[in-house]
């Protein structure tokens, strides 16, 4: 069965269930999904996910200029549905999560000096939200974990800030390395979708205009040296997250959304 849900208003929607956990089971469907921009969904679009699949929760990882220029989207006018508008900052493009424009080296790497290249440049910016926007994420998640309902975290392509809250609640909730870093690359699916989607703004078209295509490929080596820098710095992103005041019950409740 397909994990992808299919709206008019946006690409690159998904649900987080269905993937394997390190003890032998699967998540749950129907708990936490992903998605790109919202503000384009159509009222089909509305009542498939507030009606049929309940969702209760969203989660904005966008910045705040994105919600201004964009606009928030038709879930916030659902009474059902609760906002919870958590920036993680744009990476360094104008506006965008997409793909940076300028590379400010000291962001970039920030827990090595090495020459910089497209892995770390990528993983520099993941490693960014954590460094500067700690307890946006562990916000986020908590707001994923909520158990009145389906939750909903997603940016602008759906893809950086997105896969790496995704690859955090799957880590929480037992799910394999190998499983969590092919739910991230197959935005890649969608990616020719999700571009011509974002070239379409105003907003995402400078920041997207200024690398080439292929360059905004989410790529395995993205995410496993992201977790790489977590393992070797905190014991892995469990141990970062307990720093920043992650607790048991904050453990149990995302489990209790994608396991049980």
Same mark, same amino acid.
């Given at each position: 069965?397909? &994990? @992808? ?8 929607? =998904? ?13 749950? =469907?129907?708990?936490?999904? %992903? ?17 049929? /699949? ?5 989660? #904005? ?20 549905? &609760? ?10 493009? %104008? ?10 080296? *000291? =962001?970039? /790497?920030? @827990?090595?000096?090495?020459? !910089?290249?497209?892995?770390? %440049? ?7 939200? /954590?460094?500067? &926007? ?25 893809? #950086? ?21 092919? *739910? ?8 020719? !979708? ?51 005041? @992650? ?7 995302? &489990?209790?959304?994608? %396991?049980?």
């Amino acid at each position: 069965m397909t &994990r @992808w849900i299919e709206l008019e208003g946006a690409v690159n929607a =998904r649900d987080l269930g269905g993937l394997p956990t390190r003890d032998g089971g699967v998540t749950l =469907r129907g708990r936490i999904f %992903r998605a790109d921009n919202l503000q384009g969904l159509t009222p089909r679009d509305v009542g498939l996910l507030v009606g049929e /699949l309940k969702l209760r929760h969203v989660v #904005d990882l966008r910045s705040n200029a994105e919600v201004s220029l964009e606009g928030p989207g038709p879930l916030t006018q659902v009474p059902e549905v &609760r906002h919870h508008h958590l920036t993680l900052f744009a990476e360094g493009g %104008r506006h965008t999560d997409v793909e940076a424009d300028t590379i400010d080296g *000291d =962001r970039v /790497l920030p @827990w090595a000096e090495r020459p !910089l290249d497209e892995e770390l %440049r990528v993983t520099g910016f993941y490693f960014g939200y /954590l460094r500067d &926007r700690p307890g946006a994420v562990v916000a986020a998640l908590r707001a994923m974990s909520l158990n009145d309902g389906a939750a909903l975290v997603h940016c602008a392509a759906g893809k #950086d800030r997105t896969g790496v809250l995704a690859a955090l609640a799957l880590e929480v909730a037992g799910v394999t390395r190998e499983a969590i870093v092919e *739910d991230y690359v197959a935005t890649g699916e969608r990616l020719e !979708l999700i571009l011509k989607r974002l070239r379409a703004s105003d907003t995402y078209r400078g920041d997207l205009d200024s690398r080439p295509a292929d360059d905004h490929l989410p790529r395995e080596r993205y995410l496993e040296q992201f977790f790489g820098v977590l393992d070797d710095r905190f014991g892995g992103p469990m141990g970062w997250l307990v720093q920043q005041g @992650w607790t048991d019950a904050d453990t149990t409740a995302m &489990r209790a959304r994608l %396991r049980d």
